[in-house]
Antibody, heavy 121, light 107 residues
Framework: EVQLVESGGGLVQPGGSLRLSCATSEFTFSSFAMSWVRQPPGKGLEWVSA????????FYADSVKGRFTISRDTSKKTLYLQMNSLRAEDTAVYYCAKRMFSSGDDTFDIWGLGTMVTVSS | DIQMTQSPSSLSASVGDSVTITCRTS??????LNWYQQKPGKAPKLLIH???TLHSGVPSRFSGSGSGTDFSLTISSLQPEDFATYYCQQSYTTPRSGFGGGTKVEI
């Protein structure tokens, strides 16, 4: 069974940094695009960033562009999200999500459990 | 950006009821519309993709329809485990997909 397990969340001061990890299993990691989606407390879902299956192309929401960096280590089957210059509005549960088909649109068939990021002084 | 309007934002229903949630987009997205279910403290789960295709393992009481700008999710004969929040997602602008605001289905 495919699983995604996020880690790396926590409490950080405004302006600080965190690196989230998403460990995967049971699928060919390099064949599928992966995304990060976040959910502020009590609110809806917001797409944050995506990495193409080849790993060559990255995409970011305007709200995080220039501050967040998505990457992966294929040998470790791990997706990362480096978050710098964090703001209070970045406070959310961060999920990694797998695209269902190796090509096509971002229908997310597998989601991680999520990791909470709190930005506060 | 494609705007998404999901309605209602919440609804009350009873076990056995049939409920319909709608999702409207600001421009045509063909059938690039997915539905997810989320329970408190849990990750979203895919229910329907491509507007009307039931994801593997999802009960047949869930159904989706629509194309273009107007879509709906129907749960026939609501079960206790169906009380949750439901989100639509447009994947037309992949990878910059967008989500609706959610519909909380309560008893």
């Amino acid at each position: 069974e495919v699983q995604l397990v996020e880690s790396g969340g926590g409490l950080v001061q405004p302006g600080g940094s965190l690196r989230l990890s998403c460990a995967t299993s049971e699928f060919t990691f390099s064949s599928f695009a992966m995304s990060w989606v976040r959910q502020p407390p009590g609110k809806g879902l917001e797409w944050v960033s995506a990495l193409s299956g080849s790993g060559a192309t990255t995409f970011y929401a305007d709200s995080v562009k220039g501050r967040f960096t998505i990457s992966r280590d294929t040998s470790k089957k791990t997706l990362y999200l480096q978050m710098n210059s964090l703001r209070a509005e970045d406070t959310a549960v961060y999920y990694c999500a797998k695209r269902m088909f190796s090509s096509g649109d971002d229908t997310f068939d597998i989601w991680g459990l999520g990791t909470m990021v709190t930005v506060s002084s | 950006d494609i705007q998404m309007t999901q309605s209602p934002s919440s609804l009350s229903a009873s076990v056995g009821d049939s409920v319909t949630i709608t999702c409207r987009t600001s421009e045509s997205i063909s059938t690039y519309l997915n539905w997810y279910q989320q329970k408190p403290g849990k990750a979203p789960k895919l229910l329907i993709h491509g507007a009307s295709t039931l994801h593997s393992g999802v009960p047949s009481r869930f159904s989706g329809s629509g194309s273009g700008t107007d879509f709906s999710l129907t749960i026939s004969s609501l079960q206790p485990e169906d009380f949750a929040t439901y989100y639509c997602q447009q994947s037309y602008t992949t990878p910059r997909s967008g989500f609706g605001g959610g519909t909380k289905v309560e008893i």
